[in-house]
């Protein structure tokens, strides 16, 4: 499995930004971000595969996901924060056989230790 380490969470105010990092140990053709808040559900943030992207519906227009091939780093930048972005963030990879991005937490097979994002009002 590919080792992912996320960093660039922290706390900030409601209309803040952060960017989120995530290191692999090698490439994949899909990443994506994932979060989780106390009490709930992982959900699918952002996803790339290749150049192609997806983004949740309450992210979209805020969030942008990137990568750099050369550094194996996918990126999450995150614009225009709302309390309600507050929770764990975790990067993963999709096998490298997969095709396509997806945002289901099911499809992906590697994670990375999470970073805290806190957004307060």
């Known amino acids: 499995q590919v080792q992912l380490v996320e960093s660039g969470g922290g706390s900030v105010q409601a209309g803040g930004s952060l960017r989120l990092s995530c290191a692999a140990s090698e490439y994949r053709n899909c990443m994506g971000w994932f979060r989780q808040a106390p009490g709930k559900e992982r959900e699918g943030v952002a996803a790339?595969?290749?150049?192609?992207?997806g983004y949740a519906d309450s992210v979209k227009g805020r969030f942008t996901i990137s990568r750099d091939n050369a550094k194996n780093t996918v990126y999450l930048q995150m614009n225009g924060l709302k309390p309600e972005d507050t929770a764990m963030y975790y990067c993963?990879?999709?096998?490298?056989?997969?095709?396509?991005?997806?945002?289901?937490?099911?499809?992906?097979?590697?994670w990375g230790q999470g970073t805290q994002v806190t957004v307060s009002s």
């Open positions: 790339i595969y290749i150049r192609s992207t």
């Open positions: 993963a990879a999709r096998p490298s056989w997969s095709r396509g991005w997806s945002l289901s937490p099911t499809d992906f097979l590697s």
